[in-house]
């Protein structure tokens, strides 16, 4: 029996290598997920804690399990023809929650199925969900920290995710979001919840917590580092000691948890000390005079076998497509004389093309005259497949201090794109008395996309029947001048857009 679990194991990571793989590269390289390494022994702990139930139950195996492999494969055959690695690992945790069904059976699967859905927590996120909640984060960490800072007797000034103190600007960058306490408390938080014995609302409580106690203590962070640098300089916002104090916030917010678990081990009819509330303990020895029985290897797990070497045996023989990258014109040779309009190219500063991770991009003002003036802003990649692509200016435009008064879809008059007319995202942003009007779509592989999760489906399934993920992102903004006129400033981006989009149609594919 254990020869085959072995085996079925070899078969499980040669099947799904390259998303192991991809897993194991993020792991390294980002902080966020560092714990992943963890969350496999976690979860063969949680099993083996369950030994003596498991010893007791006759595995019968189920012919669900095998629905659930299958399922499983079928994602897998998806993600692989698409190159999309989270499709994959995903896939991967489904046919393990599989073949212990096939195994065990529902009854003998049950007590291990929360231990196995653990597992869900070491794959990493999609960058694009990761980069709108980071964006999302960062302004409301910036907005509590600085409140924060004031409660000291600070003068402080906040504009989108940048805090001035006035002597110095501290900007809370994307490493300050607080996705680094986010995922592994919430691991933490889940470890915690299933071992506590108690309510299921206290255990949904003690999860669900960690996610507001990571935020606010992100925030008090960055206001006592705020405090700090007013009042000893900029390099206790550096270094070693910006460092420590993460690490410090960390174990705080895991402190919180346990004095929440405290709380509610007092609340309600069963109130119990902590160390009673939780199961730590280790699974008792076998009897020496139980009945031993040998367990025979279900049928259905050895149908689950023969699907696993189907599916090795079909990968190998899976043509790898490489991605079809069609011609296109770099940017470098755009035009900056568009109508009536002259342009001025600008550049983007290299901390923040780190973060894009672009391969293409044009950022000009293009001027009518003094009071006309309008920036287009095109970014393109050549390749979405790695988790790269275009952030939506929803989410990055309050990290420059604007704030969105208005946004709504759009159709541009008279301007058409293939067939089709134009439509976009129109919003107002607002900083002080300055207001924008701000045009954006996404262009991606011969369609005009204005919702971003429709851009993730697209992506997924041209890469599964086309072979490319390919695609740009478009923003036109217009400067308004002091008591300009919303309604001009749409009639002059219209004008713009319809020159510009006959241009861009060289240089974005199609």
């Given at each position: 029996?254990?020869?085959?679990?072995?085996?079925?194991?070899?078969?499980?990571?040669?099947?799904?290598?390259?998303?192991?793989?991809?897993?194991?590269?993020?792991?390294?390289?980002?902080?966020?997920?560092?714990?992943?390494?963890?969350?496999?022994?976690?979860?063969?702990?949680?099993?083996?804690?369950?030994?003596?139930?498991?010893?007791?139950?006759?595995?019968?195996?189920?012919?669900?399990?095998?629905?659930?492999?299958?399922?499983?494969?079928?994602?897998?055959?998806?993600?692989?023809?698409?190159?999309?690695?989270?499709?994959?690992?995903?896939?991967?945790?489904?046919?393990?929650?599989?073949?212990?069904?096939?195994?065990?059976?529902?009854?003998?699967?049950?007590?291990?199925l929360v231990p196995?859905?653990?597992?869900?927590?070491?794959?990493?996120?999609?960058?694009?969900?990761?980069?709108?909640?980071?964006?999302?984060?960062?302004?409301?960490?910036?907005?509590?920290g600085v409140e924060?800072?004031?409660?000291?007797?600070?003068?402080?000034?906040?504009?989108?995710?940048?805090?001035?103190?006035?002597?110095?600007?501290?900007?809370?960058?994307?490493?300050?979001?607080?996705?680094?306490?986010?995922?592994?408390?919430?691991?933490?938080?889940?470890?915690?919840?299933?071992?506590?014995?108690?309510?299921?609302?206290?255990?949904?409580?003690?999860?669900?917590?960690?996610?507001?106690?990571?935020?606010?203590?992100?925030?008090?962070?960055?206001?006592?580092?705020?405090?700090?640098?007013?009042?000893?300089?900029?390099?206790?916002?550096?270094?070693?000691?910006?460092?420590?104090?993460?690490?410090?916030?960390?174990?705080?917010?895991?402190?919180?948890?346990?004095?929440?678990?405290?709380?509610?081990?007092?609340?309600?009819?069963?109130?119990?000390?902590?160390?009673?509330?939780?199961?730590?303990?280790?699974?008792?020895?076998?009897?020496?005079?139980?009945?031993?029985?040998?367990?025979?290897?279900?049928?259905?797990?050895?149908?689950?076998?023969?699907?696993?070497?189907?599916?090795?045996?079909?990968?190998?023989?899976?043509?790898?497509?490489?991605?079809?990258?069609?011609?296109?014109?770099?940017?470098?040779?755009?035009?900056?004389?568009?109508?009536?309009?002259?342009?001025?190219?600008?550049?983007?500063?290299?901390?923040?093309?780190?973060?894009?991770?672009?391969?293409?991009?044009?950022?000009?003002?293009?001027?009518?005259?003094?009071?006309?003036?309008?920036?287009?802003?095109?970014?393109?990649?050549?390749?979405?497949?790695?988790?790269?692509s275009a952030h939506?200016?929803?989410?990055?435009?309050?990290?420059?201090?604007?704030?969105?008064?208005?946004?709504?879809?759009?159709?541009?008059?008279?301007?058409?794109?293939?067939?089709?007319?134009?439509?976009?995202?129109?919003?107002?942003?607002?900083?002080?008395?300055?207001?924008?009007?701000?045009?954006?779509?996404?262009?991606?592989?011969?369609?005009?996309?204005?919702?971003?999760?429709?851009?993730?489906?697209?992506?997924?399934?041209?890469?599964?029947?086309?072979?490319?993920?390919?695609?740009?992102?478009?923003?036109?903004?217009?400067?308004?001048?002091?008591?300009?006129?919303?309604?001009?400033?749409?009639?002059?981006?219209?004008?713009?857009?319809?020159?510009?989009?006959?241009?861009?149609?060289?240089?974005?594919?199609?």
């Amino acid at each position: 029996m254990w020869a085959v679990c072995l085996a079925q194991a070899a078969l499980l990571g040669v099947t799904f290598y390259v998303g192991i793989r991809e897993m194991v590269i993020v792991w390294n390289t980002s902080e966020e997920f560092s714990y992943g390494y963890l969350i496999p022994f976690i979860t063969f702990f949680m099993i083996w804690q369950k030994k003596n139930i498991l010893e007791k139950i006759e595995f019968t195996g189920s012919w669900v399990g095998i629905l659930v492999v299958i399922l499983g494969l079928i994602f897998f055959y998806l993600g692989s023809l698409s190159a999309i690695k989270t499709v994959i690992q995903y896939a991967l945790v489904i046919v393990i929650v599989g073949l212990a069904i096939s195994f065990m059976g529902w009854r003998g699967a049950r007590p291990i199925l929360v231990p196995l859905l653990f597992l869900l927590f070491m794959i990493p996120l999609p960058n694009f969900f990761l980069n709108n909640l980071s964006s999302q984060l960062q302004l409301i960490s910036s907005l509590l920290g600085v409140e924060v800072t004031r409660l000291f007797g600070v003068s402080v000034h906040l504009e989108g995710n940048i805090v001035d103190l006035g002597s110095f600007k501290l900007q809370v960058v994307e490493a300050c979001s607080g996705l680094r306490y986010l995922f592994p408390l919430m691991s933490l938080s889940f470890i915690c919840a299933y071992i506590y014995q108690g309510a299921f609302w206290k255990r949904a409580l003690i999860f669900l917590s960690s996610m507001p106690i990571t935020v606010l203590m992100n925030s008090f962070r960055i206001g006592v580092i705020g405090v700090l640098v007013e009042y000893w300089g900029i390099a206790q916002a550096q270094g070693f000691l910006h460092d420590f104090e993460g690490w410090a916030i960390f174990m705080a917010c895991f402190g919180i948890i346990l004095v929440e678990m405290w709380i509610l081990a007092k609340v309600g009819g069963d109130r119990r000390a902590l160390i009673d509330v939780f199961n730590l303990g280790f699974p008792e020895p076998s009897p020496v005079n139980a009945e031993v029985r040998r367990r025979k290897l279900p049928k259905q797990y050895l149908v689950a076998g023969t699907l696993l070497v189907a599916a090795v045996v079909s990968s190998h023989f899976l043509v790898t497509r490489a991605e079809l990258h069609p011609q296109r014109t770099d940017f470098a040779s755009f035009p900056l004389k568009l109508g009536d309009w002259q342009g001025r190219r600008d550049t983007i500063e290299k901390i923040y093309l780190d973060v894009l991770k672009l391969d293409d991009y044009i950022l000009a003002d293009f001027a009518k005259d003094r009071t006309n003036i309008i920036n287009l802003y095109a970014v393109y990649y050549a390749s979405q497949r790695a988790g790269e692509s275009a952030h939506s200016p929803r989410s990055c435009i309050p990290g420059g201090g604007w704030r969105i008064q208005s946004i709504a879809s759009h159709v541009v008059k008279g301007v058409m794109v293939g067939s089709v007319p134009l439509t976009v995202n129109r919003l107002v942003i607002q900083k002080g008395d300055t207001k924008q009007l701000v045009y954006y779509w996404f262009q991606q592989r011969g369609r005009i996309i204005t919702n971003e999760y429709i851009v993730k489906w697209y992506l997924f399934w041209d890469a599964l029947t086309r072979n490319r993920t390919d695609g740009a992102m478009v923003r036109l903004t217009a400067f308004l001048p002091p008591n300009g006129n919303i309604g001009d400033a749409d009639r002059e981006l219209e004008k713009f857009a319809g020159i510009a989009v006959g241009t861009l149609k060289n240089y974005i594919p199609d």
